[in-house]
């Protein structure tokens, strides 16, 4: 099999619209972001405060709602989680002391999940190790207008979970 810019003498061309070598410059980019970068903002948060980059989104999600609650259905959108994996990790949350999840009063077809003082303090002890990785990787090497690029970039390609069905 060729490689995303040129094709193998054996392969179909016709149906096949091989990449550009911007294309594949910008893919490529995409691609070491994807795999290479979650590792990088892990791994201290492992070592230092013991949470993996999702545990610790999810709390941090948690912690900027309204009175500390939210809907689990918006929190695995913000979290770029699916909701049995969010359900998985709020369950390890509540064993811990740290969230609570009850019906939506306003609509019982709704899960919300709330932060407990002792959650709030876990992911405001994380935050400072989180910002000092994120600072280093993601945004100091990029000049406001890169951060703005990457924010309208990200937008545009953000998914929704209803996007994913």
């Known amino acids: 099999m060729g490689n995303s810019t040129t094709p193998h003498p054996d392969e179909n061309t016709d149906e096949t619209e091989w990449l550009t070598a911007d294309e594949k410059d910008a893919w490529t980019g995409l691609v070491s972001l994807i795999l290479l970068l979650p590792g990088r903002l892990e791994s201290p948060l492992q070592q230092e405060a013991g949470l993996t980059l999702f545990e610790y989104l999810t709390l941090s999600h948690i912690s900027e709602a309204p009175h500390r609650r939210i809907r689990m259905s918006e929190l695995a959108y913000l979290a770029n989680g699916s909701l049995s994996r969010l359900s998985n990790v709020v369950k390890r949350f509540e064993q811990r002391g740290w969230a609570q999840r009850s019906p ?8 919300l999940v709330a932060l407990t003082d002792t959650g709030y303090d876990v992911v405001a002890e994380a935050a400072p190790v989180h910002l000092r990785t994120v600072r280093k990787f993601a945004l100091d090497p990029l000049s406001a207008t890169d951060r703005k ?3 309208r970039i990200a937008a545009k390609l953000r998914v929704r979970p209803t996007d994913m069905e």
């Not at 939506?104 to 899960?111: A, H, I, S, V």
């Open 104 to 111: 939506d009063p306003e609509d019982g077809r709704y899960t």
């Open 149 to 151: 690029a990457l924010a």
